[in-house]
Protein backbone atom coordinates (compact mmCIF):
# COMPACT_ATOMS: atom_id res chain seq x y z
CA UNK A 1 0.00 0.00 0.00
CA UNK A 2 1.46 3.47 -0.98
CA UNK A 3 -0.61 5.03 1.82
CA UNK A 4 -1.92 8.74 1.16
CA UNK A 5 -0.33 9.95 -2.12
CA UNK A 6 -0.39 13.85 -2.40
CA UNK A 7 0.95 16.15 -4.98
CA UNK A 8 2.79 18.51 -5.63
CA UNK A 9 4.96 18.78 -2.88
CA UNK A 10 6.19 22.62 -3.39
CA UNK A 11 3.80 25.01 -5.73
CA UNK A 12 4.12 28.87 -5.95
CA UNK A 13 1.82 30.75 -7.63
CA UNK A 14 0.42 34.34 -8.60
CA UNK A 15 -2.41 35.62 -7.06
CA UNK A 16 -5.24 34.83 -9.25
CA UNK A 17 -4.08 31.57 -10.42
CA UNK A 18 -5.63 28.29 -9.82
CA UNK A 19 -4.71 25.28 -9.40
CA UNK A 20 -5.82 21.84 -7.85
CA UNK A 21 -3.85 19.76 -5.15
CA UNK A 22 -4.18 15.99 -5.23
CA UNK A 23 -4.50 13.37 -2.64
CA UNK A 24 -5.37 10.04 -3.15
CA UNK A 25 -5.36 6.84 -1.25
CA UNK A 26 -5.18 2.82 -1.18
CA UNK A 27 -6.47 1.98 2.13
CA UNK A 28 -10.44 1.83 0.90
CA UNK A 29 -10.71 4.52 3.46
CA UNK A 30 -14.39 6.11 3.85
CA UNK A 31 -13.18 9.39 5.87
CA UNK A 32 -10.78 12.30 3.99
CA UNK A 33 -9.69 15.63 4.76
CA UNK A 34 -7.76 18.64 3.70
CA UNK A 35 -5.82 20.77 6.27
CA UNK A 36 -3.76 24.00 6.44
CA UNK A 37 -1.09 24.45 8.56
CA UNK A 38 0.43 27.92 9.26
CA UNK A 39 2.80 29.45 12.19
CA UNK A 40 1.28 29.46 15.61
CA UNK A 41 -2.04 28.00 14.46
CA UNK A 42 -2.33 24.64 14.48
CA UNK A 43 -3.88 22.32 11.70
CA UNK A 44 -7.15 23.91 10.36
CA UNK A 45 -9.89 21.96 8.94
CA UNK A 46 -10.30 23.05 5.07
CA UNK A 47 -13.03 20.19 3.80
CA UNK A 48 -13.84 16.69 4.82
CA UNK A 49 -15.26 14.03 3.36
CA UNK A 50 -17.44 11.23 4.74
CA UNK A 51 -17.26 8.98 1.35
CA UNK A 52 -17.63 9.45 -2.05
CA UNK A 53 -20.12 12.12 -2.91
CA UNK A 54 -20.12 13.45 0.09
CA UNK A 55 -18.22 16.48 1.43
CA UNK A 56 -18.69 18.82 3.64
CA UNK A 57 -17.06 22.33 4.94
CA UNK A 58 -14.36 22.71 7.24
CA UNK A 59 -13.15 25.41 9.50
CA UNK A 60 -12.02 27.88 7.40
CA UNK A 61 -13.37 26.75 3.12
CA UNK A 62 -13.42 30.35 1.76
CA UNK A 63 -11.61 30.02 -1.77
CA UNK A 64 -11.31 26.18 -1.87
CA UNK A 65 -13.46 23.53 -3.06
CA UNK A 66 -13.24 19.96 -3.39
CA UNK A 67 -14.96 16.97 -4.88
CA UNK A 68 -15.33 12.97 -4.27
CA UNK A 69 -16.41 11.47 -7.28
CA UNK A 70 -14.49 7.96 -5.99
CA UNK A 71 -13.68 6.71 -2.67
CA UNK A 72 -9.78 7.34 -3.37
CA UNK A 73 -9.53 10.85 -4.80
CA UNK A 74 -9.94 13.63 -3.02
CA UNK A 75 -8.50 16.39 -4.70
CA UNK A 76 -8.30 20.20 -3.05
CA UNK A 77 -8.95 23.43 -5.68
CA UNK A 78 -7.46 26.84 -5.26
CA UNK A 79 -10.23 29.12 -7.56
CA UNK A 80 -8.20 32.13 -7.47
CA UNK A 81 -5.19 32.02 -5.42
CA UNK A 82 -4.76 34.79 -2.65
CA UNK A 83 -1.27 35.40 -0.84
CA UNK A 84 -3.82 34.44 2.62
CA UNK A 85 -3.78 31.56 0.95
CA UNK A 86 0.27 30.38 1.16
CA UNK A 87 0.43 27.50 3.61
CA UNK A 88 1.45 24.18 4.14
CA UNK A 89 -1.09 21.94 3.29
CA UNK A 90 -1.89 17.86 4.34
CA UNK A 91 -4.66 16.07 2.87
CA UNK A 92 -5.55 13.14 5.80
CA UNK A 93 -7.45 9.85 5.62
CA UNK A 94 -9.30 7.35 7.85
CA UNK A 95 -11.24 4.00 7.61
CA UNK A 96 -13.93 5.16 10.40
CA UNK A 97 -14.05 8.40 12.46
CA UNK A 98 -12.40 7.05 15.22
CA UNK A 99 -9.71 5.31 14.04
CA UNK A 100 -6.20 6.32 12.78
CA UNK A 101 -5.11 8.81 10.90
CA UNK A 102 -2.76 8.50 7.78
CA UNK A 103 -1.61 11.83 6.39
CA UNK A 104 -0.05 12.89 3.12
CA UNK A 105 3.13 14.51 2.74
CA UNK A 106 2.25 17.79 2.71
CA UNK A 107 2.17 20.56 0.23
CA UNK A 108 4.36 23.99 0.73
CA UNK A 109 1.90 26.71 -1.44
CA UNK A 110 3.37 30.03 -1.78
CA UNK A 111 1.18 32.68 -3.37
CA UNK A 112 2.84 36.30 -4.43
CA UNK B 1 -10.78 29.78 24.66
CA UNK B 2 -8.99 26.68 23.30
CA UNK B 3 -10.44 23.22 23.54
CA UNK B 4 -7.43 21.36 23.63
CA UNK B 5 -4.39 22.84 25.55
CA UNK B 6 -1.22 21.03 25.45
CA UNK B 7 1.84 21.85 27.92
CA UNK B 8 4.41 22.90 27.42
CA UNK B 9 4.83 24.75 24.38
CA UNK B 10 8.51 23.91 24.39
CA UNK B 11 10.88 21.38 25.55
CA UNK B 12 14.02 20.84 25.93
CA UNK B 13 16.06 17.70 26.93
CA UNK B 14 18.88 15.46 27.74
CA UNK B 15 19.34 12.36 25.90
CA UNK B 16 18.05 9.77 28.05
CA UNK B 17 15.73 12.10 30.25
CA UNK B 18 12.25 10.50 30.88
CA UNK B 19 9.61 13.48 29.20
CA UNK B 20 6.06 13.99 29.39
CA UNK B 21 3.66 16.19 27.34
CA UNK B 22 0.45 17.01 28.78
CA UNK B 23 -2.63 17.32 26.29
CA UNK B 24 -6.39 18.72 28.19
CA UNK B 25 -9.88 19.13 26.51
CA UNK B 26 -13.06 20.69 27.19
CA UNK B 27 -15.37 18.88 25.30
CA UNK B 28 -16.42 15.11 25.76
CA UNK B 29 -14.75 13.15 23.49
CA UNK B 30 -15.20 9.72 21.60
CA UNK B 31 -11.53 8.86 20.87
CA UNK B 32 -7.88 11.23 21.34
CA UNK B 33 -4.91 11.08 18.72
CA UNK B 34 -1.41 11.95 19.26
CA UNK B 35 0.70 12.67 16.23
CA UNK B 36 4.29 13.33 15.83
CA UNK B 37 5.65 15.99 13.17
CA UNK B 38 9.38 16.07 12.27
CA UNK B 39 11.04 19.39 11.08
CA UNK B 40 9.97 20.04 7.29
CA UNK B 41 8.34 16.82 7.78
CA UNK B 42 5.12 15.12 7.50
CA UNK B 43 2.39 14.04 9.89
CA UNK B 44 2.68 10.51 11.87
CA UNK B 45 0.15 9.11 14.18
CA UNK B 46 1.30 7.57 17.35
CA UNK B 47 -1.84 6.52 18.78
CA UNK B 48 -5.23 6.80 19.04
CA UNK B 49 -6.91 6.34 22.44
CA UNK B 50 -10.56 6.31 23.89
CA UNK B 51 -9.39 5.39 26.95
CA UNK B 52 -6.81 3.12 29.50
CA UNK B 53 -3.04 3.24 28.01
CA UNK B 54 -1.47 2.51 24.75
CA UNK B 55 2.68 1.41 24.47
CA UNK B 56 4.52 1.39 20.95
CA UNK B 57 8.40 0.91 21.63
CA UNK B 58 9.63 3.62 23.59
CA UNK B 59 6.44 5.75 23.78
CA UNK B 60 3.87 5.76 26.17
CA UNK B 61 -0.11 7.47 25.61
CA UNK B 62 -2.75 7.62 29.21
CA UNK B 63 -6.06 9.08 28.64
CA UNK B 64 -7.83 9.66 32.09
CA UNK B 65 -11.48 10.68 30.61
CA UNK B 66 -13.28 11.84 33.94
CA UNK B 67 -10.20 14.36 33.84
CA UNK B 68 -10.40 14.95 30.26
CA UNK B 69 -6.57 14.66 30.42
CA UNK B 70 -4.02 13.22 28.18
CA UNK B 71 -0.16 12.53 28.80
CA UNK B 72 2.07 11.39 26.41
CA UNK B 73 5.15 9.35 27.63
CA UNK B 74 9.03 9.11 26.26
CA UNK B 75 11.61 6.71 27.80
CA UNK B 76 14.95 7.06 26.95
CA UNK B 77 14.98 10.21 25.10
CA UNK B 78 16.78 10.41 22.03
CA UNK B 79 17.55 13.11 19.33
CA UNK B 80 15.57 11.34 16.71
CA UNK B 81 12.33 12.19 19.00
CA UNK B 82 13.04 15.95 18.34
CA UNK B 83 9.84 16.78 16.83
CA UNK B 84 6.16 18.87 17.22
CA UNK B 85 3.71 16.76 19.00
CA UNK B 86 0.19 17.49 18.42
CA UNK B 87 -2.87 16.20 20.19
CA UNK B 88 -6.16 15.98 18.65
CA UNK B 89 -9.62 15.13 19.98
CA UNK B 90 -12.94 13.67 18.24
CA UNK B 91 -15.59 15.46 20.32
CA UNK B 92 -19.19 13.03 21.20
CA UNK B 93 -21.42 13.16 18.19
CA UNK B 94 -19.18 15.06 15.46
CA UNK B 95 -17.98 14.36 12.17
CA UNK B 96 -14.62 13.72 11.18
CA UNK B 97 -15.10 17.61 10.54
CA UNK B 98 -14.56 18.34 13.93
CA UNK B 99 -11.56 17.35 14.97
CA UNK B 100 -10.25 19.55 17.18
CA UNK B 101 -6.34 19.88 17.37
CA UNK B 102 -3.56 21.44 19.79
CA UNK B 103 -1.46 23.46 18.37
CA UNK B 104 0.98 20.69 19.45
CA UNK B 105 4.72 21.26 21.80
CA UNK B 106 7.75 21.24 20.35
CA UNK B 107 10.52 18.51 21.81
CA UNK B 108 14.21 18.99 21.06
CA UNK B 109 16.07 16.17 22.64
CA UNK B 110 19.66 17.15 23.00
CA UNK B 111 22.66 14.60 22.70
Known amino acids: NAGVTQTPKFQVLKTGQSMTLQCAQD?????MSWYRQDPGMGLRLIHY???????DQGEVPNGYNVSRSTTEDFPLRLLSAAPSQTSVYFC???????????FGSGTQLSVL | KNEVEQSPQNLTAQEGEFITINCSYS?????LHWLQQHPGGGIVSLFM???GKKKHGRLIATINIQEKHSSLHITASHPRDSAVYIC?????????????FGKGTKLSVKP
Open chain 1, 92 to 102: ASSLDRDEKLF
Open chain 1, 27 to 31: MNHEY
Open chain 1, 49 to 55: SVGAGIT
Open chain 2, 27 to 31: VGISA
Open chain 2, 49 to 51: LSS
Open chain 2, 88 to 100: AVNPWGGSQGNLI
